[in-house]
């Protein structure tokens, strides 16, 4: 399947106001914290992941809710992985990165 195109404009935002605003949408939805006792996962389709440029702020957002989960099956993921990498690394220590190469 052909990646969608890219947007005209630059969409612009604050990153922490983002972050603020994730946080606050997993406390409405309810989503519990990680912890010992439970398994938290997500199935994330993020479309042209490796296709399309992303910015610093736009990986730190995608990391940021990808660490609120155990494990992560990210799909879409195109032949240029480096996003990818640079994603699970801002997402800290405690995240094993593979390495394909």
């Given amino acids: 399947m052909p990646p969608h195109g890219k947007p005209e404009d630059a969409f612009r935002f604050r990153t922490s106001v983002e972050i603020r605003a994730l946080d606050a949408h997993f406390d409405l939805r309810n989503v519990p914290p990680r912890a010992d006792d439970r398994l938290l996962l997500a199935c994330w389709n993020i479309a042209n992941f490796g296709v399309q440029n992303r910015s610093d702020g736009a990986l730190d957002l995608l990391a940021h809710v990808c660490g609120k989960f155990d494990l992560i099956a990210v799909q879409e993921v195109n032949e240029n992985w ?20």
């Fill in 82 to 101: 480096h996003p990818l990498a640079d994603m699970v690394e801002r997402m800290g220590p405690l995240w094993v990165q593979l390495d394909v190469s």
